[in-house]
């Protein structure tokens, strides 16, 4: 068990009904989504988590690599949520991340649109959301949540300069099963506000450091240019072009121009 992250630690009086109620530990995974995939065709209880102590083969979108050593959080959380639920889920994933460092660091955290976390103008934390559908209905979705906590980015020559981790800001390490711990509370805090028929729509919107700003986005082979006007309900950002029109991106690679 690496430090004290057993099922029992997390667990042990977490104030959940359910997210984190049940969860399992590995201390070396290849990626906790897949495992957590798995779980959820088996029909494991919703809210359970897959925690791995490092992740070999995590992924980001569009198929990236993302680097799970020790000392950092690599986690997926099962959730079974209506269909209408399901684009909200990257803004709660990604408000509960923000949430859950301000709470336990202090520090303050940015989201980038769609669902990077960034602190100083650098990447701390990846999210991706996975799910199965069955006809219109939501067989299930998996969220992985990537944290970089206690690790040093200039020991990763390849991130170095786009990434930083939460005790690179602080100067000192970071209790990895606080932060998790809250983190658990903090998703099922936004996920029971979206059953009860709430919006977080409006607050992942005012953490957005992408709006106002000249962007490039990458979606698909398409490339666009123009300015981060605002973003949909649906989680769609609204690109204002050069000739005044107004395009509406679902997903993308997102580069801004400072």
């Given at each position: 068990m690496e430090g004290n992250l057993s099922p029992d630690a997390i667990t042990s009086n977490l104030e959940t009904?359910?997210?984190?109620?049940?969860?399992?530990?590995?201390?070396?995974l290849t990626s906790t989504?897949?495992?957590?995939?798995?779980?959820?065709?088996?029909?494991?209880?919703?809210?359970?988590?897959?925690?791995?102590?490092?992740?070999?083969?995590?992924?980001?979108?569009?198929?990236?690599?993302?680097?799970?050593?020790?000392?950092?959080?690599?986690?997926?959380?099962?959730?079974?949520?209506?269909?209408?639920?399901?684009?909200?889920?990257?803004?709660?994933?990604?408000?509960?991340?923000?949430?859950?460092?301000?709470?336990?660091?202090?520090?303050?955290?940015?989201?980038?649109?769609?669902n990077d976390v960034l602190i100083n103008g650098k990447k701390v934390c990846g999210i991706l959301i996975e799910s199965n559908m069955?006809?219109?209905?939501?067989?299930?979705?998996?969220?992985?949540?990537?944290?970089?906590?206690?690790?040093?980015?200039?020991?990763?020559?390849?991130?170095s300069s786009t990434a930083t981790s939460l005790s690179n800001e602080l100067g000192g390490e970071?209790?990895?099963?606080?932060?998790i711990r809250r983190l658990l509370v903090e998703i099922e805090r936004l996920y029971l506000a979206l059953l009860a028929g709430g919006t977080i729509y409006e607050e992942w919107r005012d953490g957005l450091v992408t709006l106002g700003k000249e962007v490039r986005v990458a979606s698909g082979k398409t490339i666009y240019e123009g300015?981060?006007?605002?973003?949909?309900?649906d989680g769609s950002l609204l690109l204002r072009c050069s000739d005044g029109s107004l395009s509406k991106i679902v997903a993308g690679n997102v580069i801004t121009y400072d």
């Open positions: 009904r359910f997210i984190g109620q049940r969860v399992i530990y590995y201390s070396r989504n897949e495992v957590a995939k798995q779980e959820a065709q088996a029909g494991a209880v919703e809210g359970t988590v897959v925690i791995a102590g490092k992740q070999t083969m995590g992924k980001g979108r569009r198929k990236r690599v993302w680097l799970s050593p020790k000392g950092n959080i690599a986690l997926s959380v099962i959730l079974y949520p209506d269909i209408a639920k399901l684009p909200s889920l990257i803004m709660l994933a990604s408000l509960a991340v923000v949430r859950s460092i301000k709470a336990v660091t202090g520090l303050v955290a940015q989201i980038k649109w769609p069955l006809g219109d209905t939501v067989d299930y979705a998996v969220i992985g949540i990537g944290v970089n906590v206690n690790l040093s980015p200039s020991d990763f020559p390849e991130i970071v209790s990895l099963l606080g932060l300015m981060a006007e605002s973003v949909a309900r």
